[in-house]
């Protein structure tokens, strides 16, 4: 499951506004000299961006950014431009611009980062001088390196990023491609003679390598649990593949979107016949549903972390139904014995559905028997384990920090206070009175035939996912049918069959999961609902998701009562691009009011 903060991707071009620019101060002698060096930065307070200064010899300031996380790395700035008190400069390949105000020692940068016609407060800190990076001299090992990691027929592609530091250090990153794990920071990285080691502590892998004697590859060995053959080559450029962008048109009509979106899809479908997407659109009443290369309208797929806003569903039912509170802790809900009561304050439900619980995206415990289905053997034993271990306190001011382990804890807590599965909680509050018929975890022998076969980024087939313990965060597979019904009663709560039971606080529980909860960036631009991703001033609620094989991505506008639903069998991760699923996702609105998009070659 992958939660890139969806559509707040920095390459995607959908960022939001400071109230106002920072104001003017008094700043010391600055030049070209003095502020050339490394920058670092971070939009959303999630997305970290270096700048690269330089000052040729004639005097003139150049500059390239990098965002590291994204593998986006060296895109070229112009318009570069420094005064006493200012810096200025555009990308262009990604249409951005940033202005900032100098401090007093001209170290510290403050300012906004402008794209798509928003801005979103950027403050860049000098990290290390012109004069220290000069000092530094380039390992035999910087730059970026790609390999394969081979499992059975499991395959995961791996980048690593490795630059000399002031101090002797190399730093470096990692990005699991096919995964959708980008900028995991490595650490211990050593290179003696032409041995390298390093380690990977988020995940508990150790690589060891030698590096050849041409300086363009390395032979080594991957351990993470067991060993596995790695061998990584020097990647030839830094510049990120940009999709071109596509000029306004006028707005197209939602019957005439089929035939649009299927001469994009022409060239991709050619290319590469096994995929499959489905794009659902709800527009004021009206639906579409186009399916695209191998899939089908009713094709069914896993939708990832999308299976979150069903879990928030259902905690809304119960709360609705005053089974639970918001503010409960979440102890309370767990089997007795199972995590002491903490001195302090503890994670609540609330804490849970809205990625402010302190804890880490996965557990340290989370050590799968096959990379092929990685959560399949996390069951409540592993969950107690951790929990016993790292209880349930909660941090005095936590801050959002996206959740897999979460969530599945909230689900699973859930279930056990109703008595049953997380797939029955889920059929009982959500499904059942909704009437979404193919939104399950469990596929009847009909629906296994509409199972579309799913892929990894490198196009080797990926078998499905089984989330055990963690269902809730991500263990539902779905159709855009279903989906666009789910969004629909979600705008339209007083839609919803009244009914008994769970039907009956239905329409009460939707508009308690709406309901903005806490920010997501500093600037509370992006908010949180109870699971789902909102953007206040554009009315926007948005969650993307992602499996070995599957990316989704779900959008809807109360206001516009306007839906989207976006449905790829495949796990796609590249570096330096937005997915295909959010680019889908921006051409379809785009095309509808008539503005320029991403293409989709």
């Not at 001088?129 to 499992?151: I, N, Q």
């Amino acid at each position: 499951m992958t939660k890139k903060l969806g559509l707040l991707i920095f390459l995607g071009g959908i960022l939001a506004a400071p109230a106002a620019w920072p104001q003017t101060v008094t700043v010391k002698t600055v030049t070209s000299q003095t502020v050339a060096g490394t920058w670092q930065g971070m939009i959303a307070g999630k997305l970290p961006l270096v700048l690269h200064l330089r000052v040729s010899a004639d005097g003139a300031l150049s500059a390239t950014l990098d965002s590291p996380s994204q593998g986006a790395m060296g895109l070229p700035c112009t318009d570069v431009k420094l005064s006493s008190e200012t810096l200025d400069f555009a990308v262009p390949a990604v249409q951005g611009a940033y202005g900032g105000t100098l401090s007093a020692d001209g170290r510290t940068l403050t300012g906004a980062w402008r794209q798509g016609g928003q801005t979103m407060p950027l403050v860049f800190h000098q990290t290390a001088t012109a004069g220290e990076l000069a000092a530094v001299e380039p390992s035999p090992v910087d730059g970026d390196w790609e390999g394969a990691l081979r499992a059975g027929n499991v395959t995961l592609r791996l980048v690593f990023h490795l630059h000399a530091q002031p101090g002797g250090v190399i730093a470096g990153t990692l990005d699991s491609i096919d995964q959708g794990a980008m900028g995991i920071a490595c650490a211990q990285v050593r290179l003696k003679g032409s041995k390298l080691t390093l380690t990977v502590p988020a995940v508990h892998g150790m690589y060891e390598g030698t590096l050849n004697e041409s300086g363009k590859s390395i032979t080594g060995t991957w351990s993470q649990g067991q060993p596995l053959q790695l061998d990584l080559t020097r990647m030839a450029g830094a510049a990120s593949q940009m999709p071109r962008m596509l000029p306004a048109r006028p707005p197209l009509a939602l019957q005439d979107l089929p035939g649009a979106l299927g001469q994009e899809f022409a060239p991709l479908v050619q290319a590469w016949p096994q995929g499959g997407v489905v794009v659902g659109v709800l527009d004021n009443g009206r639906r579409e549903v186009m399916a695209l290369g191998s899939a089908r309208s009713d094709s069914i797929f896993e939708i990832g972390s999308i299976t979150k806003t069903f879990t928030a569903l259902a905690l809304a039912q119960m709360v609705a139904q005053k089974r639970v509170t918001l503010d409960q802790p979440v102890r309370e809900l767990l089997p007795a014995g199972w995590v002491a009561k903490p001195d302090g304050p503890e994670i609540s439900l609330l804490d849970l559905a809205t990625h402010h619980s302190g804890l880490p995206r996965l557990p340290v415990n989370l050590k799968p028997s096959s990379l092929a289905d990685p959560y399949a053997d996390y069951g409540p034993e592993q969950l107690r384990a951790f929990l016993s271990e790292h209880g349930v306190g909660r941090p005095e001011k936590p801050e959002f920090l996206y959740s897999n382990l979460g969530v599945g804890l909230l689900g699973f807590a859930l279930a056990q206070k109703a008595g049953m599965t997380y797939e029955e909680l889920i059929q009982k509050e959500v499904t059942g009175p909704m009437g979404l018929k193919d939104t399950v975890m469990t596929l009847s022998p009909a629906q296994e035939k509409r199972f579309v076969q799913g892929y990894q980024g490198a196009h080797n087939p990926a078998g499905p996912w089984s989330l055990n313990a963690l269902a809730g965060a991500g263990g539902l597979r779905s159709t855009a049918e279903d989906l666009l019904t789910y969004c629909d009663l979600l705008m339209h709560p007083e839609r919803a069959r009244p009914g008994t039971g769970a039907g009956a606080t239905l329409s009460k529980a939707i508009s308690m999961v709406l309901e903005p909860r806490a920010n997501v960036d500093p600037g509370g631009v992006v908010k949180i609902a109870l699971a789902w991703l909102v953007r206040p001033g554009e009315d926007k609620y948005f969650h993307d998701g992602g499996t070995g094989g599957y990316s989704s991505l779900v959008i809807f506008q109360p206001r516009e009562d306007r839906a989207i639903v976006v449905l790829y069998n495949c796990q796609d991760m590249m570096p330096g691009r937005p997915q295909l699923v959010d680019r889908v996702g921006a051409n379809v609105l785009a095309l509808l009011d008539g503005n320029g998009a991403q293409s989709l070659d």
